[in-house]
């Protein structure tokens, strides 16, 4: 019944912006926390940014602080991750993921029980 949809990803040239999209549907922004997360090819899994309903729970990795921002429509059920100034290290397959409740800071990678497919960016000149 939940499904969670990323898209936006592409091709983009260093300097450049991308916006990602997560569409969920079969649950409630209002009663998860979602996040962004990404993987590079021979790296780890790497959390980017997670937005709630409560105030002051949006958080940024250092490595995308400043850069990237995270926002929601709650009209259509989308999360968003606006992507600026755009490096070759920002090259991965970008993941949306949720958790249940509405946490006030992040919550552990195993609270997200419900993952997007992933969209690929690839940042090159």
């Known amino acids: 019944q939940v499904h969670i949809v990323e898209s936006g990803g592409g091709l983009a040239q260093p300097g450049s912006s991308l916006r990602l999209s997560c569409e969920a549907s079969?649950?409630?922004?209002?009663?998860?926390?979602v996040a962004w997360f990404r993987q590079a090819p021979g790296k780890e899994r790497e959390g980017l940014s997670c937005?709630?309903?409560?105030?002051?729970?949006?958080v940024y990795a250092d490595s995308v602080k400043g850069r990237f921002t995270i926002s929601r429509d709650d009209d259509k059920n989308t999360v968003y991750l606006q992507m600026k100034l755009l490096q070759p290290e920002d090259t991965a397959t970008y993941y949306c993921?949720?958790?249940?409740?509405?946490?006030?800071?992040?919550?552990?990678?195993?609270?997200?029980?419900?993952w997007g497919q992933g969209t690929q960016v690839v940042v090159s000149s």
């Open positions: 937005i709630s309903n409560s105030a002051g729970s949006i």
């Open positions: 079969g649950l409630t922004l209002d009663y998860v926390t």
């Open positions: 993921a949720a958790a249940h409740g509405d946490w006030r800071y992040p919550p552990p990678t195993s609270e997200y029980d419900f």
